[in-house]
């Protein structure tokens, strides 16, 4: 029990003050026997290695470490032999006609994996590696069934830099290469070290920006142009009368070449600055929906918990990637939170329903909104390293799906869908603007995970609940006799009127993602 425990505080604490992200580049988290080995620059090398696993993964995963150091009575027995399960080997040889790696060749025989590292030392210099010492070479040769995966852990030194108590907090990665052939015949160790040592089999290229991003990119940029080229035509040819949807229109346009520009420089950044983005975003969408939202003085310590504490927090989590956290952190967490806070000043004048909006409001604003960055932390078999150009593709299907609603409902539009909750929305419309972005979102499929008729399925899902969740908020602010949650973006509205329709179409994204329909269905 006291073993569990310790386990999941160190593998918590390290998942926290590192936000370890594992990125399976080359091979999959697969219960398959093997042998893990990784760059060496830090003590806490093999710990965040061995935590970064999956938990029924980590089960027959066992670190390889000095006898000398872990075998000493203490704390440090305890840790290495109860809680991470190691297999400690004796670096000084004091026994002489015993085989130094013995004790890893009867882990291997047992069926367990191994976490190795084979420079035999601390790299502390500005070379990313040090030569390999013999052990893995001759583990490989006397195992040539077990798989052999490289491992490139990426910041750590910088965190607990050697002499250092205090560590930083910085973010670090572990990308997990292809699994290694096996030994050729009877391959020389030198030959064979200068295979696998090369930086490229560890250290990835960075796969935020890749060529279909650029690309993508470069089309948006040109439908943008054309469309511009269109408003102006429109103006001129208007003269100097005032035109709404024509001046509409081209507020439209230009306040989309802004947004466009912003999200590109956070794809730039890759996924760090796509979640910085998406916190910015729903800071400015809580932010306008409080401020239509009547609340009374003793509300104050829940607002201050709303903006300073659940929202930096989820998207703090988001960063680190921990699921079982962020995914049920406001849902269940500041639901129960909340409601306390705002009790403590001792108003209960209306006290069911001001909890009940600050609830509301944190659930809309901040978390079906992070939802969108969450794609960021699926494992998509066969798509690893490209889940922004699945965000790309969300963001694009529901954004032209307005859009198209918009231009189809003012060149058709007839009858309307809900007069008394948005006049602007019509059958002729809705049904024409889905149709079209369910065709664009299905013909971009090469961007995504799916095949062209699942894409489609979820092109047209994403557009129906993206306007159901249009419709919520217009209900919204006609309760608080507004027309829109704010100006802040030209010719849209508030952040709120763009951001809603992202309430529920990720998740059904996340959920398929998430339970490998990709992978079992594009076979098919």
């Given at each position: 029990?006291?073993?569990?425990?310790?386990?999941?505080?160190?593998?918590?604490?390290?998942?926290?003050?590192?936000g370890?992200?594992?990125l399976?580049?080359?091979?999959?988290?697969?219960?398959?026997?093997?042998?893990?080995?990784?760059?060496h620059?830090?003590?806490?090398?093999?710990?965040?290695?061995?935590?970064?696993?999956?938990?029924?993964l980590?089960?027959?995963t066992?670190?390889?470490?000095?006898?000398?150091?872990?075998q000493?009575?203490?704390?440090?027995?305890?840790l290495?032999?109860?809680?991470?399960?190691?297999?400690?080997?004796?670096?000084?040889?004091k026994?002489?006609?015993?085989?130094?790696?013995?004790?890893m060749?009867?882990?291997?025989?047992?069926?367990?994996?191994l976490?190795?590292f084979?420079?035999?030392?601390?790299?502390?210099?500005d070379?990313p590696?040090l030569?390999?010492?013999?052990?893995?070479?001759?583990?490989?040769?006397?195992?040539?069934?077990v798989?052999?995966?490289?491992?490139?852990?990426?910041n750590?030194?910088?965190?607990?830099?050697k002499?250092?108590?205090?560590?930083?907090?910085?973010?670090?990665?572990?990308?997990?290469?292809?699994?290694l052939?096996?030994?050729?015949?009877?391959?020389k160790?030198?030959?064979?070290?200068?295979?696998v040592?090369p930086c490229?089999?560890?250290?990835?290229?960075?796969?935020?920006?890749?060529n279909?991003?650029l690309?993508l990119?470069?089309?948006?940029g040109?439908?943008?142009?054309?469309?511009?080229?269109?408003?102006?035509?429109?103006?001129?040819?208007?003269g100097?009368?005032p035109?709404?949807?024509?001046?509409?229109?081209?507020?439209?346009i230009?306040?989309?070449w802004?947004m466009?520009?912003?999200?590109g420089i956070?794809?730039?950044?890759?996924?760090?600055?796509?979640?910085?983005?998406?916190?910015?975003?729903?800071?400015?969408a809580?932010?306008?929906?409080?401020?239509?939202?009547?609340?009374?003085r003793?509300?104050?310590?829940?607002?201050?918990?709303?903006f300073?504490?659940?929202?930096?927090?989820?998207?703090?989590?988001?960063?680190?990637?921990w699921y079982?956290?962020?995914?049920?952190?406001?849902?269940?967490?500041?639901?129960?939170?909340l409601?306390?806070?705002?009790?403590?000043?001792?108003?209960?004048?209306?006290?069911?329903?001001?909890?009940?909006k600050?609830?509301?409001?944190?659930?809309?604003?901040?978390?079906?909104?992070?939802s969108?960055?969450a794609?960021?932390?699926?494992?998509?078999?066969?798509?690893?390293?490209?889940?922004?150009l699945?965000?790309a593709w969300?963001?694009?299907?529901?954004?032209?799906?307005d859009?198209?609603?918009?231009v189809?409902?003012?060149?058709?539009?007839?009858?309307?869908?809900?007069?008394?909750?948005?006049?602007?929305?019509?059958?002729e419309?809705?049904?024409?603007?889905v149709?079209?972005?369910?065709?664009?979102?299905a013909?971009?499929?090469?961007?995504?995970?799916?095949?062209?008729?699942?894409?489609a399925l979820?092109?047209?899902?994403?557009?129906?609940?993206?306007?159901?969740?249009?419709?919520?908020?217009?209900?919204?602010?006609r309760?608080?006799?507004v027309?829109?949650w704010?100006?802040?973006?030209?010719?849209?509205g508030?952040?709120?009127?763009?951001?809603?329709?992202?309430?529920?179409?990720?998740?059904c994204?996340?959920?398929?993602?998430?339970?490998?329909?990709?992978?079992?269905?594009?076979?098919?």
């Open positions: 029990m006291l073993a569990a425990l310790t386990a999941f505080a160190i593998t918590s604490a390290a998942r926290l003050l590192t370890a992200r594992a399976w580049l080359g091979s999959t988290a697969q219960a398959t026997q093997r042998l893990y080995y990784a760059n620059s830090s003590h806490g090398d093999f710990v965040l290695l061995w935590a970064s696993l999956p938990p029924e980590r089960k027959r066992r670190p390889v470490a000095g006898a000398d150091y872990w000493k009575p203490g704390v440090r027995s305890f290495i032999n109860k809680v991470f399960n190691g297999v400690l080997v004796d670096r000084e040889r026994e002489e006609g015993v085989n130094p790696l013995q004790a060749l009867d882990a291997l025989d047992g069926g367990d994996s976490i190795i084979p420079e035999g030392t601390r790299n502390l210099g070379e590696l030569p390999f010492k013999s052990g893995l070479y001759h583990l490989a040769q006397a195992r040539p069934d798989e052999l995966v490289p491992v490139w852990i990426a750590l030194n910088r965190v607990m830099p002499g250092r108590a205090l560590p930083l907090p910085l973010l670090c990665t572990l990308s997990f290469g292809a699994a052939e096996p030994i050729e015949g009877r391959a160790m030198p030959s064979w070290n200068a295979r040592m490229w089999h560890w250290h990835p290229r960075r796969p935020e920006m890749d279909n991003t690309l990119f470069a089309g948006i040109a439908l943008l142009l054309l469309a511009s080229l269109v408003g102006f035509v429109l103006k001129r040819r208007s100097d009368q035109n709404p949807v024509i001046d509409n229109l081209n507020a439209r230009n306040a989309w802004v466009v520009l912003v999200i956070a794809f730039l950044f890759g996924n760090i600055g796509v979640v910085v983005l998406f916190y910015f975003v729903s800071f400015y809580l932010r306008e929906f409080m401020t239509l939202t009547p609340t009374r003793s509300d104050y310590p829940a607002l201050v918990a709303a300073y504490f659940a929202l930096p927090m989820q998207y703090l989590l988001i960063a680190l990637g079982g956290l962020f995914a049920i952190f406001i849902p269940v967490y500041l639901f129960l939170l409601p306390i806070l705002a009790s403590l000043g001792g108003d209960t004048t209306r006290y069911l329903e001001r909890a009940a600050v609830q509301w409001g944190l659930m809309i604003a901040v978390y079906c909104i992070s969108v960055p794609l960021l932390t699926l494992d998509i078999p066969g798509y690893e390293g490209r889940n922004l699945l965000i969300l963001i694009i299907v529901v954004q032209l799906s859009v198209l609603q918009y189809c409902g003012k060149l058709a539009g007839k009858h309307k869908i809900a007069p008394n909750l948005s006049p602007s929305k019509t059958v419309g809705f049904v024409g603007g149709a079209l972005a369910t065709l664009i979102g013909m971009l499929c090469w961007i995504t995970p799916f095949a062209f008729w699942q894409a979820f092109a047209l899902l994403v557009c129906i609940l993206g306007f159901a969740g249009g419709l919520v908020m217009s209900a919204i602010k309760d608080r006799g027309k829109d704010g100006h802040m973006i030209e010719g849209h508030g952040m709120l009127d763009r951001s809603i329709r992202y309430v529920s179409p990720h998740r994204s996340s959920i398929w993602c998430a339970t490998g329909g990709p992978d079992r269905t594009r076979a098919m």
